[in-house]
């Protein structure tokens, strides 16, 4: 019950923040995940791949941001199971946002805003409450 109503609330949050279209926040975490997923298991021999130029005006101001690697739609309608053109519609809600940015040859990164907007959400509500429901359900299964 405890991680139902974490998640249920989480929910919620997560649909009026994305102007209630649920798929929005998936495709935009799935592009999260193509971008600096990679570097969570990051081997210090291999070649480090910067964002390129035309995606990095994108990025400007932040103080340090990973080196991203670049996804496009085809590759987020294949991790999601989504339809392409679906894909392609809700990506081009995301680059209005400003959430998004996408290159002449498709390639999709985040941006500054994203970083910025979901980076501040994440740590000044959702984490706190994630690991208070993490330490009740602790308490739970020690009793």
Same mark, same amino acid.
């Given at each position: 019950?405890?991680?139902? !109503? ?17 798929? +929005?926040?998936?495709? /935009? ?8 997923? *990679?570097?969570? =298991?990051?081997?210090? %021999? +291999? ?5 390129? *130029?035309? %995606? ?7 103080? =340090? ?7 496009? #739609?085809?590759?987020?309608?294949? #991790?999601? @199971? +989504?339809?392409?053109? &679906?894909?392609? !519609? $809700?990506? %081009? !809600?995301?680059?209005?946002? @400003?959430?998004? =940015? $996408? ?7 985040? &941006?500054?805003?994203?970083?910025? =907007?979901? @980076? &501040? ?5 959702? /984490?706190?409450?994630?690991?208070? &429901?993490?330490? !009740? ?7």
């Amino acid at each position: 019950m405890l991680l139902a !109503r974490y998640q249920i609330r989480n929910l919620r949050r997560v649909f009026e923040e994305f102007e209630r279209d649920i798929l +929005l926040p998936i495709l /935009l975490g799935e592009i999260a995940l193509h971008n600096i997923g *990679a570097f969570e =298991h990051r081997n210090p %021999g +291999l070649p480090n791949h910067d964002a390129p *130029a035309g %995606g990095a005006e994108a990025l400007e101001g932040l103080g =340090h941001v990973p080196p991203m690697r670049p996804c496009n #739609a085809y590759s987020i309608s294949a #991790a999601t @199971g +989504l339809p392409r053109e &679906t894909v392609r !519609r $809700k990506i %081009g !809600r995301l680059v209005e946002l @400003g959430w998004i =940015h $996408k290159e002449d040859n498709g390639h999709l990164y985040l &941006t500054e805003r994203a970083f910025a =907007h979901f @980076g &501040t959400l994440m740590n000044s509500r959702d /984490l706190p409450e994630f690991l208070e &429901t993490a330490d !009740r359900v602790r308490r739970v299964l020690n009793d």
